[in-house]
């Protein structure tokens, strides 16, 4: 494994039954990057992360995370090596209140000792603080963007050294966007933080990733240059061209 490289995919294989998605996907994660994920829908992004995550089987490959290989272990396993996840859709618990949602979150991490959540909770809502005022409110009741920063944040509080983002732009009003961006630059910058992005929205990518590859029918394909995320005609181009 490189040394620079802190998760290594290689030949990636995977899908749904006999629905075969990921067809030999292969590519590297530097320590403390943003790596996008480009690709029009069907391409095989959020298969890739679910694949990565555990939630589905490598068929074949290879899955390395700091050196060790992953593509065999279980979900929760993954999850205490470093790896969080924010899936497309956000999907937090809707009849859990805020504080619940972010407890369950962390429980694993502090082995299920109340403390070690109540100390977790508390960090994670330094981080946050606009959830303080949502604690006790239901995830449900939330907005699109409260519940993508609750998503985030549950995500976090199992303090990931790889955080895998799946569309977390979707259905939010470009104000939060923003705000996420910043986010997510301040948490690289103070926790090393290193990011797996999947995305549409070219300028929120754009402004938070240091590469950019493009996944064409389950595959990896060439690398974008950052200057040509600008520019949606040259992004077409790009795909176009794998």
Same mark, same amino acid.
């Given at each position: 494994?490189?040394?620079?490289?802190?998760?290594?995919?290689?030949?990636?294989?995977? !899908?749904? #039954?006999? %629905? !075969?998605?990921?067809? #030999?996907? $292969? @590519?590297?994660?530097?320590?403390?990057?943003?790596?996008?994920?480009? &690709?029009?829908?069907?391409? &095989?992004?959020?298969?890739?992360?679910?694949?990565?995550?555990? +939630?589905?089987?490598?068929?074949?490959?290879? *899955?390395?995370?700091?050196?060790?290989?992953?593509?065999?272990?279980?979900?929760?396993?993954?999850?205490?090596?470093?790896? &969080?996840?924010?899936?497309?859709? =956000?999907? *937090? @618990?809707?009849?859990?209140?805020?504080?619940?949602? +972010?407890?369950?979150?962390? *429980?694993?991490? $502090?082995?299920?000792?109340? $403390?070690?959540?109540?100390?977790?909770?508390?960090?994670?809502?330094?981080? @946050?603080?606009?959830?303080? =005022?949502?604690?006790?409110?239901? /995830?449900?009741?939330? $907005?699109?963007?409260?519940?993508?920063?609750?998503?985030?944040?549950?995500?976090?509080? #199992?303090?990931?050294?790889?955080?895998?983002?799946?569309?977390?732009?979707?259905?939010?009003?470009?104000?939060?966007?923003?705000?996420?961006?910043?986010?997510?630059?301040?948490? =690289?910058?103070?926790? /090393?933080?290193?990011?797996?992005?999947?995305?549409?929205?070219?300028?929120? %990518? =754009?402004?938070?990733?240091?590469?950019?590859?493009?996944?064409?029918?389950?595959? *990896?394909?060439?690398?974008?240059?950052?200057?040509?995320?600008?520019?949606?005609?040259?992004?077409?181009? @790009? %795909?176009?061209?794998?």
């Amino acid at each position: 494994m490189s040394d620079t490289a802190m998760m290594e995919v290689a030949e990636l294989v995977s !899908g749904y #039954g006999r %629905i !075969g998605v990921l067809r #030999g996907a $292969s @590519f590297a994660v530097v320590r403390g990057e943003c790596l996008g994920i480009l &690709g029009h829908n069907g391409m &095989g992004k959020t298969t890739l992360l679910r694949t990565i995550m555990g +939630l589905l089987a490598c068929q074949s490959g290879r *899955i390395r995370f700091e050196g060790r290989a992953i593509e065999r272990l279980a979900t929760h396993q993954r999850a205490r090596l470093g790896l &969080g996840y924010v899936p497309q859709g =956000r999907q *937090i @618990f809707p009849a859990l209140t805020v504080r619940e949602n +972010l407890l369950f979150g962390g *429980i694993a991490k $502090s082995g299920g000792a109340k $403390s070690g959540a109540d100390d977790i909770l508390a960090r994670i809502l330094g981080d @946050f603080p606009e959830l303080k =005022r949502l604690l006790d409110r239901p /995830g449900g009741a939330l $907005s699109g963007g409260e519940q993508q920063l609750l998503a985030l944040a549950r995500a976090l509080c #199992g303090k990931p050294r790889l955080l895998l983002l799946d569309e977390p732009t979707e259905g939010i009003q470009p104000s939060i966007i923003a705000a996420m961006s910043e986010r997510l630059h301040d948490l =690289r910058a103070r926790y /090393g933080l290193s990011i797996l992005l999947v995305e549409q929205n070219l300028d929120f %990518i =754009r402004g938070l990733a240091n590469r950019a590859l493009l996944i064409h029918r389950g595959q *990896i394909g060439r690398e974008i240059p950052p200057a040509a995320l600008a520019d949606p005609t040259l992004v077409e181009e @790009f %795909i176009a061209a794998v």
